[in-house]
C-alpha cells in the first residue's frame, strides 16, 4: 500500500486544498466547551488530539428532525426539494468510521433511504487515528476503515496519508509538493480484548437472561436517552406531522427516537410492547450487541465509548458480558 506523508507543518495547506471541495467541518470546542463536529474556520479551531464528540458525525447523515415529505391540498404530498451541501468531514476516527459504515448497510440497503443517500453522496470522509482510552474499545485505531476518502495516521512530526477510494485519490491529486511516498506494510490488526468478547457474545447470541445487573440498571435509569442519542449506529426514528390548521399544508417530517423512552414501545390504541425499564434495555442490547434482521450475529456496537461517558448513572450495558459484571450484585 503507498501511503503519503505529510508533515506537520503542512496540514494547513492540506486543509485548504479540502476546503475547495466542500465546507470543512470537523472535532471543534464551541464556546460552551462541548467538543462536537462542526464549521472549521482556521486551522487552529481544529481539535486533532479529540478523541470522542459528543454527538457523533450520525448527525449529517441522518439530521435529528428532517422533513421528507410536504404537502399542499394543490399538489398531495412531494418530496422536499433540498439538497445536501458538500461537506469534508475531517478527523473521523475509526469508530465513527465503523458506524457510518453500519449505517450505510441500514440505510443504502435493499431499500435505499432517499434523503440518507443524499446527504451521504455530498459527504466526504477525511479519517484520523486515535489514542483508544479507558472508556473505547474500538479494533481499529491502526487500521485503515474502508469507507474513508482519506486517512491520516498521526506518525512523528506528522502524518501518514492513504487514500480508500478513488474520490480520495483525485482530492488529492495536485497536492504532490506536500506529500512524499512511502511503501509501508499495512499495520497488523489490533484486537481489543472487550471486542473479541462482545463478537463472541454476537455470534452465540447470548442473552444473560438470569443476570442480576437487569434489575440494577433498570432501577437506577433514569431514561434521559443520552446513551441512544450519542450512538453512532442508533437511528431510530418517529414519524410525525405537522399540519396547519385549515388543512391546506403540512410537513410530515422523521425525528431521532430513543429504545429507553417509555413512548418508544407506543402504539395506537393505548398498548406498549414495551411499558417498563427492563424490557427497555433487553430490547436495547438485542439491537445493539446482538444484531438483527439481516445483521443478526454482527454487534451494532463499534466500541465507540461514548454511551459509558455519558450515562449520568454509570451505567455500561458492556458489564453484561465482561468480568466487572459477573462481580456485580
Ligand atoms: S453502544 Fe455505546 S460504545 Fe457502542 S457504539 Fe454505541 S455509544 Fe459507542
Ligand atoms: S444514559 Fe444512562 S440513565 Fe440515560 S437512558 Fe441511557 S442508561 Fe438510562
Known amino acids: 500500500m503507498v501511503r503519503h506523508f505529510l508533515a506537520d507543518n503542512s496540514l494547513g495547506q492540506l486543509l485548504d486544498w479540502l476546503s475547495r471541495f466542500g465546507a470543512l467541518h470537523g472535532p471543534i470546542r464551541t464556546a460552551e466547551g462541548v467538543e462536537v463536529f462542526g464549521p472549521v474556520q482556521a486551522e487552529d479551531d481544529l481539535l486533532l488530539t479529540c478523541r470522542r464528540t459528543l454527538i457523533p458525525p450520525k448527525k449529517y447523515l441522518l439530521p435529528p428532525r428532517q422533513v421528507i415529505l410536504n404537502y399542499t391540498a394543490a399538489d398531495g404530498y412531494t418530496l422536499p426539494d433540498e439538497t445536501a451541501p458538500q461537506v469534508i468531514l475531517f478527523g473521523v476516527h475509526p469508530c465513527d468510521l465503523q458506524g457510518i459504515a453500519y449505517l450505510d448497510r441500514v440505510f443504502l440497503g435493499d431499500r435505499p433511504d432517499r434523503l440518507y443517500r443524499r446527504h451521504r453522496d455530498a459527504i466526504t470522509l477525511v479519517g484520523l487515528s486515535c489514542e483508544p482510552d479507558e472508556f473505547c474499545f474500538c479494533t481499529s485505531h491502526e487500521n485503515i476503515p474502508r469507507n474513508a476518502d482519506l486517512f491520516l495516521q ?15 485519490e483525485g482530492m488529492i491529486a495536485g497536492l504532490e509538493p506536500l506529500l512524499s511516498d512511502l511503501n509501508i ?3 497488523p490488526l489490533s484486537e481489543n480484548r472487550m471486542m473479541t468478547r462482545l463478537r463472541e457474545v454476537a455470534k452465540n447470541g447470548e442473552t444473560f437472561p438470569d443476570s442480576p445487573l437487569w434489575e440494577h440498571f433498570a432501577t437506577r435509569c433514569l431514561s434521559c436517552g443520552a446513551c441512544s442519542v450519542c450512538c453512532p449506529t442508533c437511528y431510530c426514528f418517529d414519524v410525525l406531522e405537522n399540519g396547519a390548521l385549515d388543512g391546506t399544508t403540512a410537513e410530515r417530517f422523521r425525528e431521532w427516537d430513543n429504545c429507553l423512552f417509555r413512548a418508544h414501545g407506543e402504539v395506537a390504541g393505548g398498548t406498549n410492547f414495551r411499558p417498563d425499564r427492563r424490557e427497555r434495555f433487553h430490547y436495547r442490547y438485542l ?11 454482527e454487534p451494532a456496537c463499534v466500541g465507540c465509548g461514548r454511551c459509558r461517558v455519558v450515562c449520568p448513572v454509570g451505567i455500561d450495558l458492556t458489564e453484561l458480558f465482561t468480568e466487572g459484571g459477573d462481580a456485580r450484585p
Open 154 to 168: 498521526h506518525v512523528e512530526h506528522g502524518f501518514l496519508v492513504s487514500t480508500g477510494t478513488s474520490k480520495g
Open 185 to 187: 506494510a499495512p499495520q
Open 287 to 297: 439491537h445493539k450487541y446482538l444484531g438483527f434482521g439481516a445483521l443478526a450475529g
